[in-house]
C-alpha cells in the first residue's frame, strides 16, 4: 500500500504502526534520504540541498533509491510505502517496479488534513535520531522530554523543520503530488481516511481500509 497525504498529515505515524501490526517494512523515501545523508553517501550529498530547502529529490535519484529498497527479500510479502511516489513519474516508476517484483498495489489511503492542522504538527515534530519515530511536542509527547519511547535514542528537529520549509514543502505538494489523488482515484485504489482525528482513530480507519482491501494483509 501507498500513503498520501500532506507533510505533516501523520503519514509516517500511521505507516509505523500500520506495518508492525501487518509485519511487512515501512518504507519511507525520507527516512531512506536521511539515513544516505547521516552516512554521508554520495547519494545523501546529492539530496542534502532539496532537502533540506523542502524541494523534492530528482525523480533520477528517488526512483532509483526506493526500487533498490523495494527489491529486497524483506518486502517479498509486502510493505506500507509513505512519501512515495510524489510525482506522476514517480507512480509510473513504482507500477514497473511491482511488476518486476511481482507485486500488487492494494489501495492508496489518503490522510486528509487541512493546511493548518499539517502546519501546526510539523511545528511541534520531533524525530528519534535512532529509530526515526515521531513525537508531537503537545499531541504526542514522549514519556520522557528529548528521549525516545521506543529505544532511548535522542530527539531532534529535522533540518527541513523551518516555517519557510514547512511553507514551500506544502506549496510543493499542492504542484507536484497533488495530481496523484486524481491519479489513483481514477485507478479505483484511493480511498480518504480523516486525518484530524486522534492517532488511534486515525490507525483504526486505517486497519478497517487494510482489511476490506486486502483481507488483513
Ligand atoms: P508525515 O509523515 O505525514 O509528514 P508525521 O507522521 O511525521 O507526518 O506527523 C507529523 C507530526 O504530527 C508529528 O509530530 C506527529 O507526532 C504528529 N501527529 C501525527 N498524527 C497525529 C494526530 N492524529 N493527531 C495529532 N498529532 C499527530
Ligand atoms: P519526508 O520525510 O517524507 O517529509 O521527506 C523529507 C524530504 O525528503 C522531502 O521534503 C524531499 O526533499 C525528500 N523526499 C522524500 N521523499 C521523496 C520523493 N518521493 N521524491 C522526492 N523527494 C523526496
Same mark, same amino acid.
Given at each position: 500500500?501507498?500513503?498520501?497525504?500532506?507533510?505533516?498529515?501523520?503519514?509516517?505515524?500511521?505507516?509505523?504502526?500500520? =506495518?508492525?501490526?501487518?509485519?511487512?517494512?515501512?518504507?519511507?523515501?525520507? @527516512?531512506? &534520504?536521511?539515513?544516505?545523508?547521516?552516512?554521508?553517501?554520495?547519494? %545523501?550529498? #546529492?539530496?542534502?540541498?532539496?532537502?533540506?530547502?523542502? @524541494?523534492?529529490?530528482?525523480?533520477?535519484?528517488? *526512483?532509483?533509491?526506493? =526500487?533498490?529498497?523495494?527489491?529486497?527479500?524483506?518486502?517479498?510479502?509486502? &510493505?506500507?510505502?509513505?512519501?512515495?511516489? !510524489?510525482?506522476?513519474? #514517480?507512480?509510473?516508476?513504482?507500477?514497473?517496479?511491482?511488476? !518486476? *517484483?511481482?507485486?500488487?498495489?492494494? *489501495?492508496?489511503?489518503?490522510?486528509?488534513?487541512?493546511?493548518?492542522?499539517?502546519?501546526?504538527?510539523?511545528?511541534? !515534530?520531533?524525530?528519534?535520531? @535512532?529509530?526515526?519515530?515521531?513525537?508531537?511536542?503537545?499531541?504526542?509527547?514522549?514519556?520522557? =522530554?528529548?528521549?525516545?519511547?521506543?529505544?532511548?535514542?535522542?530527539?531532534?528537529?529535522?533540518?527541513?523543520?523551518?516555517?519557510?520549509?514547512?511553507?514551500?514543502?506544502?506549496?510543493?505538494?499542492?504542484?507536484?503530488?497533488?495530481?496523484?489523488?486524481?491519479?489513483?482515484? !481514477?485507478? %479505483?485504489?484511493?480511498?480518504?481516511?480523516?486525518?484530524?482525528?486522534?492517532?488511534?482513530?486515525?490507525?483504526?480507519?486505517?486497519? =478497517? *481500509?487494510?482489511?476490506?482491501?486486502?483481507?488483513?494483509?
Amino acid at each position: 500500500m501507498v500513503l498520501l497525504g500532506l507533510p505533516g498529515a501523520g503519514k509516517g505515524t500511521q505507516a509505523e504502526r500500520l =506495518a508492525r501490526a501487518l509485519g511487512v517494512p515501512h518504507v519511507a523515501s525520507g @527516512d531512506l &534520504f536521511r539515513e544516505h545523508m547521516d552516512r554521508e553517501t554520495e547519494l %545523501g550529498r #546529492q539530496a542534502r540541498a532539496y532537502v533540506e530547502r523542502g @524541494d523534492l529529490v530528482p525523480d533520477e535519484v528517488t *526512483i532509483g533509491m526506493v =526500487a533498490e529498497r523495494l527489491s529486497r527479500a524483506d518486502c517479498a510479502d509486502g &510493505f506500507v510505502l509513505d512519501g512515495f511516489p !510524489r510525482t506522476v513519474a #514517480q507512480a509510473e516508476a513504482l507500477r514497473r517496479v511491482l511488476d !518486476r *517484483i511481482g507485486g500488487v498495489l492494494h *489501495i492508496v489511503p489518503l490522510v486528509r488534513v487541512s493546511e493548518e492542522v499539517a502546519l501546526a504538527r510539523l511545528a511541534g !515534530r520531533w524525530t528519534c535520531r @535512532d529509530c526515526g519515530a515521531v513525537y508531537h511536542d503537545l499531541f504526542s509527547p514522549p514519556r520522557e =522530554a528529548g528521549v525516545c519511547d521506543v529505544c532511548g535514542g535522542g530527539l531532534y528537529q529535522r533540518p527541513d523543520e523551518t516555517p519557510e520549509a514547512h511553507r514551500h514543502r506544502l506549496q510543493v505538494y499542492k504542484e507536484q503530488t497533488a495530481p496523484l489523488v486524481e491519479y489513483y482515484r !481514477r485507478a %479505483g485504489l484511493l480511498v480518504e481516511v480523516d486525518g484530524e482525528q486522534s492517532i488511534e482513530d486515525v490507525q483504526a480507519d486505517l486497519r =478497517a *481500509i487494510v482489511e476490506t482491501a486486502c483481507g488483513g494483509r
